[in-house]
């Protein structure tokens, strides 16, 4: 239920890249790349290499019509074209919905 806000959230990150060209949502690559930047791992080499090696599981659990991740190549060019403002406030958003419903559970 979560992860579907966030990626909500994300869906709607302003970012400057053409539709011509594009492989890989903006969305897949955020899921990816901000969970391992939250758990230490700046590198986009690892990154990259967290993606390839859960491909399967990204695949799968996210529906992926592709039968692939994106390298890290592709992440680090498509971070530098993101909204850093923007991504902040829209995870900023599902951090306090996300406390919200936890504290209305209690």
Do not use: C
């Amino acid at each position: 239920m979560y992860i579907k806000i966030l990626i909500e959230k994300f869906k709607t990150v302003n970012y400057l890249r053409k539709y011509q060209g594009k492989r890989y949502e903006l969305w897949l690559m955020l899921v990816i790349t901000i969970p391992r930047l939250l758990y230490g791992y700046t590198s986009l080499r690892a990154i990259g290499d967290f993606a390839l090696a859960n491909q399967s599981n990204v695949i799968d659990f996210f529906n992926v019509y592709r039968s692939r991740v994106p390298s890290y190549s592709t992440i680090r060019i498509e971070m530098k074209r993101v909204s850093f403002i923007d991504l902040f406030h829209n995870f900023n958003k599902w951090g306090r919905q996300l406390s919200k419903n936890y504290l209305l559970q209690k």
